[in-house]
Nanobody, 117 residues
Framework: QVQLVESGGGLVQAGGSLTLSCAASGSISRPDIMGWYRQAPGKQRELVATITTDGTTNYADSVKGRFTISRDNAKNTMYLQMNSLKPDDTDVYYC???????????WGQGTQVTVSS
């Protein structure tokens, strides 16, 4: 099992910034892929960004140029720096961890991000 704890959500005005963190613990196995997803009430969970063990990143078109995903493998922690936030970015943000070789996908509890106009 892998446990994921997110932090850093909150309320921010449009144009502002927030940084989310996700700390992983338990049966960590490299290589792996960590990612951020978001979900609004009544909608499907959607990809925000992913990052592999070696730092290869992938972003949703809607956040390219505004969000930056990063990780610290020594601390088993992933980050999402969110700049130029828009009201449309308001969602619950979830951290995800996937083992590439041994399988398994794990989710954090989610953290609310609210962007006011």
């Amino acid at each position: 099992q892998v446990q994921l704890v997110e932090s850093g959500g909150g309320l921010v005005q449009a144009g502002g910034s927030l940084t989310l963190s996700c700390a992983a613990s338990g049966s960590i196995s490299r290589p792996d892929i960590m990612g951020w997803y978001r979900q609004a009430p009544g909608k499907q969970r959607e990809l925000v960004a992913t990052i592999t063990t070696d730092g290869t990143t992938n972003y949703a078109d809607s956040v390219k140029g505004r969000f930056t995903i990063s990780r610290d493998n020594a601390k088993n922690t992933m980050y999402l720096q969110m700049n130029s936030l828009k009201p449309d970015d308001t969602d619950v943000y979830y951290c995800n961890y996937r083992r590439v070789v041994y399988g398994g996908s794990y989710w954090g509890q989610g953290t609310q991000v609210t962007v006011s106009s």
